[in-house]
């Protein structure tokens, strides 16, 4: 099967040989009138007109942006008000445990006797009552008192008092420190068996001195859904001027992002005029040079060439053989360089395939050939009706396939055909050169190789395909599929 060359794979032009082959400059300007294709239209006249919309619309493209910024805000607010609830149970969080060092400090403290540690005596019953009336609410439902070895010496619960369960590392640590911690309750303890019921608690603990200078653990658990429904306040304080402000961001960009957009295509209509400027203006300067090599040198060497022959059939019997010899190496001479002109013609300014025809055009492309000893066949279907644009990609295609036999293929035969194969319209370059590694043509592309390369992706922007097969003494062949109507 041949190779195919897709639309983002580059191919490599003729790899054998080891030299680079030149892409000829009407090959860099097809590639860049691509864009133009895309852009203009065709009369009934052949002329170009440029389309009244090209690309997508204004409208369009500020939508599709509008659309991506507003996920990405939506995004952005998202993260936002997470990371403010999340603050917002911080400081929640902290204005508990600032309220249990104000009970701690301002309730308990002056009642912290060393009677007050012992069940029944009336400073025991003073604590208690102000405990209860002053302290706990549908909040704050648990107060416990620690001594150091982990008897409970006070709480609201009776049943707790007197029990004894040892200190974690975390209480241990309040005890060295003085800090005051608050974290969760863990319900699955023992010592929190009583606060179950409550469900989730919050726990702060801080240490608290008697009178009498003994230095206790002061604990008090609070409802964790108190805590969420505080941060739920706060954050729907701020999640309101936060999100009025996303929405207005996002408002603010449309007008912005409308100018921009109409900014860039004026740029980008005027880049593309000055590029079709400057493809106009060497097509002219193409079509001049052409004009001038044809009408001028090309004539003046071929009467120059016919003056020469006449003379030489005059002096045949009466000059010697060394001005015979002469005079005919002089007109073989001429006639290559004619030869030579007319192909370097064809290379500058390709025939007007319209006027002429591609059979014309591949006559003249292939008439180097026969100078060379290369022997060729056209076998070129005139019927098949394509567009301008695809006839003239198969010009470019049997151009660079001949331009590639003549650099590197070392062959002695060329079959050009052009035919028509169901739907496709086909021109076929085949030579029985010295091949090449189709392998190789991947790295030969990126050391400029790009002949073929453009071919394949100008077939593609066309619908059409371009295959190459070829291998190492076996020759090698270029086929390029476009449609045909």
Known sequence: MPAQVPRSTPTASWASGGQRPAVPDTMMTELLTRMRRSQTGTVGDGSSRVAESSGPSIRRVVTRFM???LCALILFGVIGLVVQRRIGITEETKDVSGRATLIAQGIVRPLLTD????AGTPDAHRLDRTIRSDVLNKEIVRIKIWKRDGTIVYSDAPSL?????PLDADDRAVFRTGATVADLSDLSRPENELERPFGKLLQVYLPVATAGGQTLLFEMYQRYDGIVAG?????????LPLLLSIALLWLVQAPLAWSLARRLRSGQRERE??????????????????ADLHDGVVQHLAGTAYGLAAAAETSRNVATDETQGALTEGITNIRHAIRQLRTLIVEIHPPNLRSEGLRAAITDLTAQLGTLGITTTLEIDSDVAIGQDAEELCFRAAQEGVRNVVAHSEATEVVVRFTQEGDQAVLT???????FDPSGRAAASKDGHVGLSLLGELANDMGGILHIRSAPGE????RLEVPWR
């Open 273 to 290: 005029r000055l590029l079709r400027r400057a493809i106009d203006t060497s097509n002219l300067e193409r079509r001049r040079i052409a």
């Open 67 to 69: 659309l991506a910024s």
């Open 115 to 118: 009677q007050a540690l012992i």
């Open 429 to 435: 370059v085949e030579d029985n050169g010295c091949g």
């Open 161 to 165: 008092i007197g029990r004894n369960y």
């Open 231 to 239: 941060s739920h306040r706060l954050w729907v304080l701020f999640a």
């Open 475 to 478: 020759g090698c062949q270029v």
